[in-house]
T-cell receptor, first 113, second 112 residues
Framework: DAGITQSPRHKVTETGTPVTLRCHQT?????MYWYRQDPGHGLRLIHY???????DKGEVSDGYSVSRSKTEDFLLTLESATSSQTSVYFC????????????FGPGTRLTVT | LAKTTQPISMDSYEGQEVNITCSHN???????ITWYQQFPSQGPRFIIQ???TKVTNEVASLFIPADRKSSTLSLPRVSLSDTAVYYC?????????????FGSGTQLTVLP
């Protein structure tokens, strides 16, 4: 399995609080992605990164920001969590932009009350 | 964007061959077709990828007709452990990550 870890694996937080999810890889892949998965919606791309300090928006980026200060780490921040952001969040990595062969982390289950 | 359409669910029995078809009518010339498998509480796992005709690996086969507007994932002799959601995805290594779209997937249930 690709070396991808996510932390925390589970989190419960209150509406209005900031939350940061971390994705860490040991594969030295250039591209990293954050997805959310909700029932009936499959996987939807939030943000992605194509290098250190290089990021771009995905399909559902409103309410989220990201940062990548090192190749191995990609952070997803919810500045002020809302109940609509309750979801399972997956990080993925790939060797090429737009590459459909991606390797996914174990996921973070976030509940916003 | 090359969107995909798959059946929502399928049932099969142990030992049977299962074929899951994905429709991608507006697939671009440079797009590849990729399939993922996802078990509950886990991240998706890459199964197979192809561009045209047939691709086979130790897990599955992928059949792509000449017009490439659809593709079929074939799982030989399924077992209970193949119960999962299967996603079809199209995209190009030279394209933007924003163009990668996962559909809702197909829930495959293998019955004893």
């Amino acid at each position: 399995d690709a070396g991808i870890t996510q932390s925390p694996r589970h989190k419960v937080t209150e509406t209005g609080t900031p939350v940061t999810l971390r994705c860490h890889q040991t594969e030295n892949h250039r591209y990293m992605y954050w997805y959310r998965q909700d029932p009936g919606h499959g996987l939807r791309l939030i943000h992605y990164s194509y290098g250190v300090k290089d990021t771009d928006k995905g399909e559902v980026s409103d309410g989220y920001s990201v940062s990548r200060s090192k190749t191995e780490d990609f952070l997803l921040t919810l500045e002020s969590a809302t109940s609509s952001q309750t979801s399972v969040y997956f990080c993925a990595i790939s060797g090429r932009q737009g590459e459909a062969e991606q390797y996914f982390g174990p996921g973070t289950r976030l509940t916003v009350t | 964007l090359a969107k995909t359409t798959q059946p929502i669910s399928m049932d099969s029995y142990e030992g049977q061959e299962v074929n899951i078809t994905c429709s991608h009518n507006n697939i671009a010339t440079n797009d590849y077709i990729t399939w993922y498998q996802q078990f509950p509480s886990q991240g998706p796992r890459f199964i197979i990828q192809g561009y045209k005709t047939k691709v086979t690996n130790e897990v599955a086969s992928l059949f792509i007709p000449a017009d490439r507007k659809s593709s079929t994932l074939s799982l030989p002799r399924v077992s209970l452990s193949d119960t999962a959601v299967y996603y079809c995805l199209v995209g190009s290594p030279s394209g933007s990550a924003r163009q990668l779209t996962f559909g809702s997937g197909t829930q495959l249930t293998v019955l004893p």
